[in-house]
């Protein structure tokens, strides 16, 4: 009887150690599930949990990402704009907040993201820290508010296309510029010849043509005339305090003035939420290992990288 | 010649369907907490609203959210369909079960896994599968042995040992 009474003990321990086993592998497997769907399915994508949607504009401003800003902290357009219309579709997302800390960038790139703000129907607030200048204006100018520190750095409404010309660097080492062109403005722009009378009328033209654009809308977002926009559009930066007396922005604050402003506005408690870009463990693996490349290769090729610079031209706002 | 036998003398009858319920509630708890625990970080991440409708019109224009529920959802069902048919293969109880004192047994020789993993169908959440969620418990009003729709596919039924004196 004993003997039987302890087999059947020994067979309900048995039970509830399999029992434990197995709702821990369970468990293991759940978080190993969970891994796999955030790993591969949420790469890049973002949570959307949270009321106020906080989107960075930091560094230069580009369509796409440039090798030559390679280490330089740079926003691509196409990215904040799919930020901004995940906003838009989230339902409890009430405004959006853009922490801009930007010196501008690509005019294409900064139109883009201003009109992806203006289309957007809920309410937009920007947040200038260090800099918020030239493109980086044009995109704060598009949202409903404009919050800047006292000493932030913005304004600069303008284009810069400047480029470095080395004819005379040729000139003085025997190396001469063959030019073989089909149309005659090809090579407009080019680092190995001056630029004609002509040829710089055409290109400030152009740059003069791009400056109305953006007092156009500069002018439109801040319900100011364009005469007035015109006035401080020389490229000149101001400072915070004086940007608010300009009108150029509305608030001096920060970013938890701003986030004050919104659930009072809203009748919310704040819940901040980052749109941002998560990286797959895959692309940290090969971030680290691109970083190194490019250490090697800036070791190797530093000169070279630096004459390629200038054969580019680009337009900046 | 002694034969050592247990002095108390058991039978063998259908598990009452109050007993089963509350097995089966009871391993839902231990499910919710050890298998839909860590799914709850997606739900509550990608679920933008407590509102029904918010939350619905947010899934049907997002693609990529509506993809991790639904691959949630079959994980979660593969998960759950191991824990009732390893336990039931290995010990013939869950957790539920031991604290209802009821079994599964094979109404043909010993358990097979297909068996138990046929009993378990009714966890898939798509279709075909979702139609048990009513044909199976109705069908245990049909049947003399108690036996859901998937116990008679897979030949199996729960059973629960009388002990008396």
């Known amino acids: 009887m004993n003997i039987f009474r302890k087999k059947m003990k020994k067979k309900q321990r048995n039970k509830w150690v399999i029992i434990i086993v197995v709702v821990v592998i369970l468990w293991l497997l759940g978080n190993f ?48 704009v799919k930020f901004i219309e995940r906003a838009e579709k989230n339902p409890a997302v009430k405004a959006i907040l853009f922490e801009i800390n930007s010196p501008g960038g690509s005019a294409v790139a900064s139109d883009e993201i201003g009109s992806a703000i203006k289309k957007t129907k809920k309410f937009t607030v920007s947040v200038i820290r260090d800099t918020g200048a030239s493109g980086a204006y044009w995109i704060a100018s598009a949202t409903d508010l404009i919050i800047a520190n006292k000493m932030s750095i913005t304004g600069s409404i303008g284009v810069i296309s400047s480029y470095l010309e080395f004819s005379g660097l040729l000139d003085k080492y025997g190396v001469e510029y063959q030019r073989l ?60 305090s004086e940007a608010k007396e300009l009108g150029l922005i509305d608030v001096l604050g920060n970013k938890d003035d701003a986030v004050k402003i919104i659930e009072d506005k809203f009748n919310i408690t704040a819940d901040l939420v980052e749109y941002k870009e998560k990286k797959t463990f895959m692309d940290i693996i090969s971030d680290v290992f691109s970083r190194q490349s490019f250490r090697v290769g800036q070791g190797i090729g530093s000169s070279l990288f630096r004459e390629s610079l200038v054969n580019d031209l680009s337009i900046y706002t | ?75 979660i069902a ?33 358990l097979r896994y297909w068996q138990c993993i046929v009993r378990s169908l009714f966890l898939l959440p798509f279709f075909p599968f979702i139609l048990l969620w009513i044909i ?19 030949r199996t039924k729960v059973i629960e040992k009388f002990k008396y004196v």
């Open chain 1, 33 to 80: 599930f969970v891994g796999i769907i955030k790993l591969f399915l949420f790469a890049g994508e973002i949570d959307v949990a949270g009321n106020i949607a906080v989107i960075h504009i930091k560094g230069i401003i580009l369509t796409s990402k440039d090798p030559r800003f390679f280490y330089e902290e740079s926003t691509i357009s196409s990215d904040v």
């Open chain 1, 181 to 240: 062109v089909s149309g005659k403005y090809k090579d407009i722009a080019s680092p190995f010849r001056n630029m004609t009378a002509e040829e710089e009328r055409i290109f400030q033209k152009n740059l003069d043509t791009i400056r109305d654009y953006f007092i156009e809308e500069v002018a439109k977002n801040r319900n100011m005339s364009k005469s007035k926009v015109r006035q401080f559009s020389e490229g000149l930066f101001y400072i915070g």
């Open chain 2, 1 to 75: 010649m002694r034969l050592n036998l247990p002095k108390k003398k058991s039978f063998v009858g259908n598990a009452s369907l109050v007993k089963r319920i509350i097995a089966f509630i009871v391993d839902i708890l231990i499910l919710n907490i050890f298998v839909l625990g860590p799914f709850r970080k997606i739900f509550i991440n990608v679920i933008p609203s407590n509102n029904f409708r918010e939350a619905y019109d947010f899934l049907i224009n997002n693609r990529l959210e509506t993809n991790a529920i639904q691959l949630s959802v079959v994980f």
């Open chain 2, 78 to 110: 593969i998960l759950f369909i191991l824990y009732f048919s390893v336990l039931e293969l290995k010990t013939k109880q869950t957790v539920g079960k031991i604290i209802m004192n009821i079994y599964v047994e094979s109404k043909k020789k010993e």
């Open chain 2, 136 to 154: 199976d418990p109705v069908y245990l009003f049909f049947n003399k042995d108690n036996q859901r729709l998937t116990e008679y596919l897979s």
